[in-house]
């Protein structure tokens, strides 16, 4: 059983940074496909960025040369530093462990970017 609790959400305004974190517990950290996910009200839950257990990453279009993924295996926890924030980036944001299945959810942490 792997757990998942993201940290770091809140209100910031538009130009702004947040970083959000998620803590694992349970497993091998270390060779997992971490990724981070969001859903805004009235749309479906997207991909933001993964990152391979090597450290590869990949980005959705919206957010590429903004966000950032990392991870701290010695910490059991992966990253999400998001610059520039805009009013679209508004939404729950999800940290999940997806390789190896089964994969697992946090509970989300809410982001909102508003003047």
């Known amino acids: 059983q792997v757990q998942l609790v993201e940290s770091g959400g809140g209100l910031v305004q538009p130009g702004g940074s947040l970083r959000l974190s998620c803590a694992a517990s349970?497993?091998?950290?270390?060779?997992?496909?971490m990724a981070w996910y969001r859903q805004a009200p009235g749309k479906q839950r997207e991909l933001v960025a993964g990152?391979?257990?090597?450290?590869?990453?990949n980005y959705a279009d919206s957010v590429k040369a903004r966000f950032t993924v990392s991870r701290d295996n010695a910490k059991n926890t992966v990253y999400l530093q998001m610059n520039n924030l805009k009013p679209e980036d508004t939404a729950v944001y999800y940290c999940?462990?997806?390789?190896?299945?089964?994969?697992?959810w946090g509970q989300g942490t809410q982001v909102t970017v508003s003047s």
């Open positions: 990152i391979v257990a090597s450290g590869g990453t």
């Open positions: 349970g497993g091998l950290f270390s060779i997992y496909t």
């Open positions: 999940t462990k997806v390789l190896p299945s089964p994969q697992y």
